[in-house]
């Protein structure tokens, strides 16, 4: 019976990430296609259970606080001056479910540039956010009219040109390794996603 009850919430929580990505093509499985990423960062460096499961609803739910489908556009294309505004929010809607609060402040912190930190900053917070500030930004450079092999270079660059600005260094260096991988770029866009993160987690 537990485990039933576990693919039934797994299944609600990738649907409900799902639909909130609906409201242009040019979002489709953005927060999906996310919460890969962040798995196979939080994969390679053996992060505990409870913290990967933490940082997975946050990345299936990062962008809940951008209420309108243009300001979800907007995001998107970084089109936004401001983020601060769909974080809190989306750090007050996700706090409400008692079970996802540990996920609430990871969304609050996911756009905060690492220069943003305190020297003395640090523990598993700063890195889930930090995991999530790079997997959103992956995410959205992708090209979805380009063959993704044809431009995972392109993002790389970008996103170590990044490194120790915005994202801390060691997260840079967890992403490259496993973005050296072809299998890892196919994956995030297989149609097969859904069941792919289906298998990753399981609540």
Request: no cysteine; charged share 15%; aromatic share 8%.
């Given at each position: 019976m537990y485990q039933s009850l576990s693919v039934?919430?797994?299944?609600l929580l990738l649907s409900l990430s799902d639909a909130?990505?609906?409201a242009s093509p040019a979002l489709s499985l953005h927060q999906?296609?996310?919460?890969?990423i962040a798995w196979e960062i939080c994969k390679a460096?053996?992060?505990?259970?409870d913290l990967t499961e933490q940082l997975f609803i946050a990345a299936l739910?990062?962008?809940v606080g951008a209420l309108a489908p243009e300001d979800k556009i907007s995001l998107h294309q970084n089109e936004v001056g401001d983020v601060e505004p769909h974080c809190i929010l989306g750090e007050a809607f996700i706090s409400q479910v008692l079970m996802f609060e540990p996920s609430a402040k990871i969304v609050r912190w996911h756009h905060k540039p690492w220069q943003e930190y305190e020297q003395t900053s640090g523990g598993p917070l700063t890195f889930q956010s930090q995991v999530l500030y790079l997997a959103d930004s992956v995410e959205r450079l992708i090209q979805r009219?380009?063959?993704i092999l044809h431009q995972r270079q392109e993002i790389i660059s970008t996103i170590c040109g990044w490194s120790s600005k915005l994202i801390h260094p060691e997260v840079v260096d967890i992403f490259r390794s496993i973005a050296a991988r072809e299998d890892f770029w196919l994956d995030l866009v297989s149609p097969r996603l859904y069941s792919l993160l289906l298998k990753c987690f399981a609540i």
């Open positions: 039934s919430l797994s299944n909130l990505d609906l999906m296609r996310t919460a890969l460096t053996n992060l505990p259970h739910f990062h962008d009219s380009k063959y």
